[in-house]
């Protein structure tokens, strides 16, 4: 594989990292339905604020949130509502593995 092709897959590889934890998904489902500040996502999870602003800060290091500053809030919302389309992706395998039990035990 050649550098430009390593880099390219190396960059996938982060944004989808960036992805890989509940809370960070809950947050991509809910910034697609509009901006939200960080004290709404804080009611949907009941964590720390430091645990929170972590998680949006990955999310952010990768691209697929962006934050804005208004007073004393900070919103966020979505960069590329195209990582919906990744979701609509992982419901499609998770409803192949089911069919296949449902085949298995029937």
Not at 2 to 16: F, N, P
Not at 36 to 55: G, P
């Amino acid at each position: 594989m050649d550098e430009k092709a390593r880099a390219r897959y190396e960059a996938r590889a982060r944004i989808i990292k960036a992805m890989a934890h509940p809370t960070r998904l809950l947050f991509v489902d809910e910034l697609a339905k509009g901006e939200r500040c960080v004290c709404e996502l804080n009611e949907m999870v009941h964590a720390d604020v430091s645990t929170i602003s972590k998680h949006l800060a990955v999310l952010k290091n990768a691209g697929i949130v962006q934050d804005e500053k208004r007073g004393s809030r900070v919103f966020y919302s979505l960069v590329a509502p195209c990582v919906l389309n990744f979701f609509s992706c992982v419901e499609g395998v998770l409803e192949a593995q089911a069919k296949e039990r449902a085949e298995l035990v029937s």
